[in-house]
């Protein structure tokens, strides 16, 4: 019998109460804003395969903004994929790994020269660097000894372990003294060394955080946000690919100064955002005389007839200081805008179009703009200034001396880890999800809508959630590819950004609806082949669409849920 969602009162074996989702007997429940991680509630598993070919910065629940950590090893699970010394063997996918998957190699260093696995070029000169590994002898007591090498030449630093009869990670910090490799090598020319080996890691820092799975490119952690006020826990974040132009965002005395007179600069003057004390302080003197200024500013070099954001975190000292961000789109008309600062952190957002490339992004006080008013003299604090091409502003991307560009987050269920759930007979897909501020009529990037999900095996053959512009500006769209028509919600809380909604779709072979937020749509005729789809897209979808926002939670049913059931999931 199943259960509906208005029993709130069942308990888990364990004596939990269930919610809502859990009571409708999901296959599939990831519910990123509770758990904080890729597991599947249902099979206690991580299905996700997750990527970002970089760091990302996130706010943790004390408020703060973080980094999250990035794996430098590519192939952390391939070790036939590494440089390996002519002596050395590697038998592939030899033994169960940590997470039971058959994917642990088996690496034979004999007692001669050339027996390692190396990835060459991944360490810098005069940082600090923790590698890992989880190893198990393959005899335990004899040939399991084994070394890490950071580096290159007799400047490298080598670490010693002696694995065991059970799987332990083993890790090891240094500080470069040599630039160069990360190489797992046997103990010593005089040593043999035939250990399993699987999930190496090479990461800055002093810690070995969270294994981070990567393929053919280096990946950062899956970001889980929360709420900068609050700090309510908001899901897994997803953002599409984004550059800062800025090439020196937080240190401002590498910006230009100018004005009459140019406002005073102190770096190192409190605490930022970041916890650390690296916010700069900026104090503007009165301004009252026209066409006179007082400004810091940057010129990252723009293309023309590009929409960019300007955004800086700033506080003031006692609160009502007035600051504008402002920009010469086309190099002689000044378009500013206005903000009144907190003395808390808040980050302020200027959006404009070029019409010219090579457009100053100024802050400060300039009366050559005849919006802005005479001024008196002000003290604020600055951090984290960011020029992106967009029409609102992703998270924040730190750089020291050239632009920098975060990667795209890439998450999806494929083979096995997505037939074990999907039912391609009937199902129903339940999200709840909180969109960027973007703008309602367009999407974020390529030539798709912000996804939620997708579930798909190619282009014209998938299953979608969509915000979507193509039925109006309020609506939330769940369609079958390529669809008669679409199944569509309209609402006009769709408008409102940064606001949480529950929304999904559920089918048949011969039908598909959508829902949101206890409302369903209207019934369509799928052209979709259901036992064809291959995988399900979180936060993307195969043309380019990114949903730009946080995911909740997203939950899968392999029945068709009734109309009634449907309005209970998402009230």
Do not use: C
Request: charged content about 10%; cysteine-free.
């Amino acid at each position: 019998m199943r259960l509906t969602a208005s029993r709130v009162s069942i308990t888990s074996s364990g004596g939990a109460v269930l919610d809502a989702i859990q009571q409708e007997d999901p296959t599939l429940d990831l519910n990123f804003e509770e758990t904080k991680t890729l597991t599947d509630d249902v099979s206690g598993t991580n299905l996700i395969t997750f990527s970002r070919a970089s760091s990302g910065t996130y706010v943790g629940s004390d408020g703060l903004i973080k980094t999250s950590a990035v794996n430098l090893l590519t192939y952390s699970e391939q070790f036939d994929q590494w440089d390996a010394g002519s002596n050395t063997t590697i038998t592939t996918n030899a033994i169960a790994a940590p997470d039971g998957s058959m994917t642990a190699d088996r690496a034979q260093f004999p007692a001669t020269s050339s027996t390692f696995v190396r990835q060459q070029n991944v360490i810098s000169l005069s940082t600090q660097y923790t590698g890992s590994v989880w190893v198990k002898a393959v005899t335990p007591g004899t040939n399991d000894q084994f070394s890490f090498q950071f580096g290159s030449g007799s400047g490298s630093s080598i670490a010693f372990f002696t694995a065991t009869s059970e799987w332990q990670r083993v890790s090891a910090t240094v500080t470069s003294v040599t630039a160069g490799n990360f190489i797992i090598n046997n103990s010593g020319d005089t040593f043999a060394s035939d250990i399993y080996i699987w999930g190496a890691q090479l990461e800055e820092g002093t810690t070995a955080t969270d294994y981070i799975p990567t393929g053919a490119t280096i990946s950062g952690a899956p970001r889980f946000d929360h709420d900068p006020v609050t700090g309510e826990s908001l899901g897994l974040l997803i953002e599409e690919e984004r550059t800062n132009y800025v090439s020196y965002s937080n240190d401002f005395t590498q910006w230009v100064r100018a004005g009459n007179p140019a406002p005073v600069l102190v770096p190192a003057s409190g605490a930022s955002p970041s916890g650390l004390n690296d916010a700069t302080e900026l104090t503007y003197p009165a301004i009252s005389v026209a066409n006179s200024f007082s400004i810091i500013f940057v010129r990252p070099g723009t293309s023309n007839n590009t929409e960019y954001v300007f955004s800086a975190y700033l506080k003031g000292t006692v609160g009502g200081e007035t600051v504008y961000l402002m920009t010469t789109p086309n190099g002689s008309v000044y378009t500013s805008e206005e903000f009144t600062l907190t003395t808390s952190w808040e980050r302020y957002s200027f959006t404009t179009t070029t019409l010219g490339s090579n457009s100053f992004f100024q802050i400060g006080v300039d009366l050559r703009d005849s919006n802005q008013s005479a001024q008196s003299a002000q003290t604020f604090s600055i951090w984290g200034a960011q020029l992106e091409a967009g029409s609102f502003p992703t998270s924040y991307i730190p750089t020291s001396g050239s632009t920098v560009t975060r990667a795209a987050d890439l998450a999806s269920i494929e083979g096995t880890n997505f037939s074990s759930w999907f039912n391609p007979s009937e199902g129903t897909i339940y999200s709840k999800a909180i969109g960027s501020p973007q703008t309602t009529t367009t999407t974020n990037t390529g030539s798709g809508y912000p996804y939620i999900y997708s579930i798909d095996s190619s282009f014209t053959n998938r299953l979608i959630g969509s915000r979507s512009a193509g039925v109006n500006n309020g609506s939330w769209a769940a369609y079958a590819q390529p669809p008669a028509s679409f199944s569509y919600v309209t609402s006009s809380n769709f408008n409102t950004q940064q606001v949480s909604h529950k929304v999904g779709g559920s089918y048949t072979s011969s039908t598909y609806v959508a829902f949101a937020d206890g409302a369903v749509g209207s019934s369509i005729t799928p052209g979709t082949n259901n036992s064809a789809l291959l995988r399900l897209s979180i936060g993307s979808g195969i043309d380019g669409g990114f949903w730009g926002g946080h995911i909740s939670r997203l939950a899968y049913f392999p029945t068709r849920k009734t109309d009634q059931e449907l309005v209970n999931m998402t009230l």
